[in-house]
Structures are given as structure tokens and as C-alpha cells.
């Protein structure tokens, strides 16, 4: 490994974490004091003159004296970087929020999560137009210079990611460890991320997708970015605990509305009742952030565009409203899907991609 890669400081609260991984001892630690080598200095009568539980007192001393080499082996195996608190390059948006990670493991260019940010989240569960939208969003923004970040989940996160990665560059934060991909599904964006963006996790290397990771994930995806977008989020959806995270934390939340009753947007249409700037039409990314004149898709006026303007059509609906063979629609459509310009929905329905 070479200097770049972890710093010493980096290494001693890494050890903080392999010993004393609960978040509260954390957060007493940099509040009462300065730097890592402050208290790893401590003497026994000072950690208890400042409030040290007597209990920890063993794990305390046993920490101070393990040896940092292992970490170091281990993160050169694996091709990781490490970046701690008091470090340069950790990203300033984060380190000043409730809770922030004292350490962070990630491979690619960690400096993307410091340029212009923006999370786009929504639900596991959406509609083939949700995905499509966030990909148009995500494209628009990563071709402005702003970096898009998410958390690979299925759904709306991995349009977003896909999005942007085809213009520019994005960050995705797991509820994982580096070494393991989830959903698995996204193995091949995860090695893309990879290579082009940046993959960034507070749990060790080989740590499991456990339920309980993810909603305390979020708060690093809000803590990272300067404004957030949320898309088709059920109203009990993990994307709205990271809205409402991002509420707290000071930033602005734009949510696109969806239908009344529909299960996909209650927690969009809640959010924008509550206080978050509508968003529903991609043009208006304007008004938020500092884009050029987003370009339109040049479409000749096409019956078939025409018949699904409205809502989605199955084939054989638009046999009827057009009143043409199934094979030459079908041609047609063929081409207007791999152009980008239609795709379909989770019923097989043919819609226009915004």
C-alpha cells in the first residue's frame, strides 16, 4: 500500500472500530478529543477523569497494543483504500453531520464524493417509467459535472447509477463490505462503478447485507450530498427514512409526484406535502441546479408515439387504435426501443421514455 492508500491515522481508528464498533463510543471519542493520537495518549486516570466506562478499560489497553500490520495485509490483499475522519481527502459534507463514520473503506476516485453531489433514491418496487425517469435525471446531471449518488439497490438506485454512469461518474454507498456485491443482479455495475466511479462502505471487507445496515447506510447518502431526489418511494420505503435524514441534515429534497393511491409515490406525494420541491418534469432541474439547456430527443411526430402519449399500450391495444398488423407495429416499435425513445413497462405496455 502506499500512503494514498490509508494514512497512520487512518489505521489507528480502524482499530477504534474493530474494538469498540458501537457508533456512541464513536461519537465520545471525537468529542472529547482533538485527534486519534490524543486518545490512544490517555493515561488510565485521564480516560476515567473524562468519563470512560471502567469495563472498557481492558478493550481499551488491548487495542492500543494490536498490531496494525494486520489491517495493513488486508486491505493491500484486497485492493482497498481506507479514509479516516481527520483526513484531507474525507469528504467535508459528511464529517459535519450527526454520527459521521470515523472510517471508510472505498475503491475508485473518492474525490467524485467531493465535487457537486446529488443522491437520487426511490423504491426497491417501482414502474419501468420510475427507472426510466431516474436514469434521465441521473444522464442529466453526471452530463452537468454533478456527481450522482446512490445505494445500488434494485429499483431506482440502479437506474440512477446507470444514468449517470453512461455521462459522467457516480458513487454508490453499501450496506456491505467491499468484497461482497448486493443484489448480486448488479455484479456488472458494481465492477463499472468500480472502475469509473467510486464504491464507498463503512463495514469491513467481508461484513454481510444485513437488514439493519442499510437504513443506517442512509444517512452517509443524505450526509454526502448536497441535495437529494427521490422517485416512486413507498411511504414506508427506506428511501424516505433517507429523505427525511436529508431534511435533517439541512438539504434540499425534491420528489417527484406520483398518482393519488398509487403504492409506488404515497411517500413522494407525502414528502411534497410536507415541504419538498416538486419535481415533475426533467426541464425543471433548471431551477435547482447548474445545468446548461437540456437536450431533447429530436422525435419526427409518430402515430405510435401519439397512441402512448397518454398511457401505456399493450401491442395489441395499438392494433386497434391505429388499425395496423400486429407485424408491422411490432417492427416499428422494435426500432423505437433500441433508439431509446419507448420502452416497456412491468405489463409488457409500450410507453415514451421522458
Request: aromatic residues 10%; positive net charge; proline residues 4%.
Amino acid at each position: 500500500m502506499t500512503a494514498k492508500q490509508f494514512t497512520r491515522k487512518g489505521l489507528k481508528w480502524l482499530k477504534i472500530k474493530k474494538y469498540f464498533p458501537q457508533p456512541n463510543i464513536n461519537r465520545w471519542i471525537l468529542d472529547n478529543f482533538q485527534t486519534v493520537d490524543d486518545f490512544f495518549s490517555c493515561s488510565k486516570k485521564e480516560l476515567i477523569k473524562k468519563g470512560w466506562p471502567k469495563p472498557l478499560l481492558k478493550k481499551y489497553f488491548s487495542c492500543l497494543k494490536f498490531n496494525e500490520n494486520h489491517f495493513i495485509s488486508h486491505l493491500s490483499s484486497r485492493g482497498l483504500r481506507l479514509v479516516c475522519i481527520e483526513d484531507d481527502i474525507y469528504p467535508d459534507s459528511l464529517r459535519h453531520i450527526n454520527d459521521a463514520p470515523t472510517c471508510l473503506f472505498y475503491k475508485g476516485d473518492l474525490g467524485l464524493a467531493a465535487k457537486d453531489t446529488v443522491s437520487i433514491v426511490g423504491g426497491r418496487k417501482c414502474t419501468e417509467q420510475g427507472k426510466a425517469l431516474a436514469k434521465k435525471i441521473a444522464r442529466t446531471l453526471a452530463e452537468n459535472d454533478y456527481t450522482v449518488i446512490s445505494g445500488m439497490a434494485a429499483g431506482i438506485d440502479t437506474a440512477a447509477h446507470e444514468g449517470a454512469i453512461k455521462a459522467g461518474n457516480t458513487v454508490a454507498i453499501l450496506g456491505c463490505g467491499l468484497e461482497i456485491c448486493y443484489p448480486a443482479s448488479n455484479r456488472n455495475l458494481f465492477k463499472i462503478i468500480e472502475d469509473r466511479g467510486c464504491l464507498i462502505s463503512e463495514y469491513f471487507w467481508d461484513e454481510k447485507p444485513l437488514k439493519h445496515h442499510f437504513p443506517y447506510r442512509n444517512r452517509i447518502i443524505s450526509g454526502i450530498s448536497s441535495a437529494m431526489i427521490v422517485i416512486e418511494a413507498g411511504q414506508k420505503s427506506g428511501a424516505i427514512i433517507t429523505a427525511n435524514l436529508a431534511l435533517e441534515q439541512g438539504r434540499e429534497v425534491l420528489a417527484v409526484p406520483g398518482n393519488p393511491g398509487d403504492q409506488y409515490s404515497k411517500g413522494c406525494n407525502r414528502l411534497i406535502k410536507d415541504g419538498a420541491f416538486l419535481l415533475d418534469d426533467v426541464d425543471e432541474l433548471s431551477y435547482f441546479f447548474n445545468i446548461g439547456k437540456i437536450k431533447k430527443e429530436s422525435v419526427s411526430t409518430d402515430p405510435i408515439i401519439e397512441a402512448i402519449a397518454a398511457k401505456p399500450k399493450s401491442l395489441e391495444e395499438l392494433t386497434v387504435t391505429l388499425k395496423s398488423p400486429a407485424e408491422k407495429l411490432f417492427s416499428r416499435l422494435t426500432n423505437l426501443e433500441v433508439e431509446q425513445v419507448i420502452a416497456r413497462d412491468e405489463k409488457n405496455r409500450f410507453f415514451k421514455l421522458p
